[in-house]
């Protein structure tokens, strides 16, 4: 089993709609969190951090469950600039040092 | 340009040959990372510097990569007798103490 386990898709969505990502992790003691977009054939840009308290950033919002292991990515009102590669990230760390372990990525297409 | 750079873009070697690529992280970061990507998959863990230290090694990694960060400055990483399996793109990232990673652009090895 991956540390780090994505629904690897594809989403495909029609513009304005609402689509969700999950991601679920296998160390329990994972201290830091991440979700980075990637683009096809180019590096991974950070596109957010995760808080415990779950966090938005204009149409994107992130929800972290220590319970139940998983986060989450939502994305409001999907552009066509919005499809690209979505990767969560997990570091054992709240200091995010060391190895962080990388999802195999969940690809989302947004059609007009 | 204030952001990672990898040198080269693209490296087209023979099998059994050496090859190196260097990554400069952005001035401020003290923390430089290598990960290795390949088709559909997530970035692999390689190595981890904090300044000029190597606190990480991935154990996925052979005795044939070799990885440098003189003065905490610019990297380098070498892979020596390269196997067609090394082919891959190679991310270099940096990042301040609990940040998420700032990537460069990669360098994409290919072994023939």
């Known amino acids: 089993r991956k540390e780090v386990e994505q629904d690897p898709g594809p989403f495909n969505v029609p513009e304005g709609a609402t689509v969700a990502f999950n991601c679920t992790y296998s160390?329990?003691?994972?201290?830091?969190f991440f979700w980075y977009r990637q683009d096809c054939r180019k590096e991974p840009k950070l596109l957010m951090s995760?808080?415990?308290s779950g966090n938005e950033d204009g149409r994107f919002t992130a929800q972290l469950n220590r319970a139940s292991q998983y986060i989450s990515l939502l994305i409001r009102d999907s552009k066509l600039s919005d499809s690209a590669t979505y990767l969560c990230v997990v570091n054992r760390f709240n200091t995010n040092a060391g190895k962080s372990t990388f999802g195999d990525g969940t690809t989302l297409t947004v059609k007009p | 340009d204030t952001g990672v750079s990898q040198d080269p873009r693209h490296k087209i070697t023979k099998r059994g040959q050496n090859v190196t690529f260097r990554c400069d992280p952005i001035s401020e970061h003290n923390r430089l990372y290598w990960y290795r990507q390949t088709l559909g998959q997530g970035p692999e863990f390689l190595t981890y510097f904090q300044n000029e230290a190597q606190l990480e090694k991935s154990r996925l990694l052979s005795d044939r990569f070799s990885a440098e960060r003189p003065k905490g400055s610019f990297s380098t990483l070498e892979i020596q007798r390269t196997e067609q399996g090394d082919s891959a793109m190679y991310l270099c990232?940096?990042?301040?103490?609990?940040?998420?990673?700032?990537f460069g652009s990669g360098t994409r090895l290919t072994v023939v």
């Open positions: 160390n329990s003691a994972s201290q830091s």
């Open positions: 990232a940096s990042s301040l103490v609990g940040d998420g990673y700032t």
């Open positions: 995760v808080y415990s």
